[in-house]
């Protein structure tokens, strides 16, 4: 059983991850290359929308199995990295959850409404809060690869 809930553990894990790295390293810069802002706003939207379910989704089964992997140790003997890949998945979740609240549903109600420079600065918004998430998800593969 404990090798089916790490299973979906990582595969969510690896759908969130992989899906920020296409989007920070191959699609977005391509779009601001090759498109005008309106197609480009428009596309980088319907692209996270369908991302970011993606995301809630694997955002609820890290969390579902995490929690349980963690229910069935005894948390004192449990290595340090798990402690911290909890704590940094958390402070992921906390800002991927700021991302969709604020600045996603800005760009949405942007786009819907032609209007461009709002619909650019909320994607500017975006951008870092993912890079940022980015960042903190490889650290916490570090950590709980490296400190046991």
Known sequence: MYE???FFHLAAAMVWMGGMALVILALRPVVIAQM???ERLALMAAVLSRFFAMV???IGLILATGFWMMSMTDLK???KG???MSGLGLLMCLIFTH???APFRRLKAAVGAS???VAGKALGQIHP???TNFAIGWLAVLTVVVWR
């Open 82 to 84: 798990w402690h911290a």
């Open 4 to 6: 089916w809930i790490n």
């Open 77 to 79: 003997l449990a290595p």
């Open 129 to 131: 809060l993912v890079v």
């Open 115 to 117: 209007d461009w420079p």
């Open 56 to 58: 809630w989704l694997s």
């Open 99 to 101: 991302i969709w609240f």
């Open 36 to 38: 005008a802002a309106p």
